[in-house]
Nanobody
């Protein structure tokens, strides 16, 4: 099991930026794919971005491509989500999650919630217009 703790959420004006952090602990993290998901009020939780911890490969939802960047600092066991040009529709609780690479093989990344077994508690991001 991987323990995940998110931070960095807050209130920002449209067009602004925020960086979310997710500190991971527990298992051998190089064997995991990390993902960011979000859930807006009254909506289903949706995929935002994913990164393969050992390879560094990434993927994004179309709605955030070109605005959000996922990255990792392996020495700090931390995954980041840099969010630029924020829009009111980005308002949501953002969750960090971990999926075992071995379960995804031969794929190296995943945008599917059901493949992520460990989840953080979430951090609120609110974008005002």
């Amino acid at each position: 099991q991987v323990q995940l703790v998110e931070s960095g959420g807050g209130l920002v004006q449209a067009g602004g930026s925020l960086t979310l952090s997710c500190v991971a602990s527990g298992r051998t993290l190089s064997r995991y794919v990390m993902g960011w998901f979000r859930q807006a009020p009254g909506r289903e939780r949706e995929f935002v971005a994913t990164i393969n911890w050992s390879e560094g490969s990434t993927d994004y939802a179309d709605s955030v491509k070109g605005r959000f960047t996922i990255s990792s600092n392996n020495s700090k066991n931390t995954v980041y989500l840099q969010m630029n040009s924020l829009k009111p529709e980005d308002t949501a609780v953002y969750y960090c999650a971990a999926a075992e690479t071995a379960r995804l093989f031969p794929r190296r990344l995943s945008s599917q919630q059901y493949e992520y077994v460990d989840w953080g508690q979430g951090t609120q991001v609110t974008v005002s217009s």
